[in-house]
């Protein structure tokens, strides 16, 4: 079965940090493309950043570029978010497809976790 389960939200002060963590499970992360999304209240999911796995190189929307940094270790992914917003108030999901094929950075994954709630608020 298939899950991906993420953690490391919080409410969090304008300038801070947070790393999202998510643990894969039911399948080989180390072979799969793996990524974040966020969903702010009143808008629609967006990318923020994915890993290929065919070569391990990182994509960043340009909202998350400078701040953002996805990393991976084995059955974990990682999203390292630094100098916080209030604009980076969002649901964060973890998300990856086993349909075969690449779909980082523009496709579509199918698998989502069930997403941790980051607040930046002072």
């Known amino acids: 079965q298939v899950q991906l389960v993420e953690s490391g939200g919080g409410l969090v002060r304008p300038g801070g940090s947070l790393r999202l963590s998510c643990v894969a499970s039911?399948?080989?992360?180390?072979?799969?493309?793996i990524g974040w999304f966020r969903q702010a209240p009143g808008k629609e999911r967006e990318r923020v950043s994915c890993s290929a796995s065919s070569d391990g190189k990182a994509y960043y929307a340009e909202s998350a570029q400078g701040r953002f940094t996805i990393s991976r270790d084995k059955q974990k992914v990682y999203l390292q978010i630094n100098n916080l917003k209030p604009e980076d108030t969002a649901v964060y999901y973890c998300a990856t497809d086993l349909s075969g094929g690449s779909w980082c950075p523009t496709g579509h994954p199918g698998y989502w976790g069930q997403g941790t709630q980051v607040t930046v608020s002072s």
């Open positions: 039911g399948f080989p992360l180390p072979g799969y493309d």
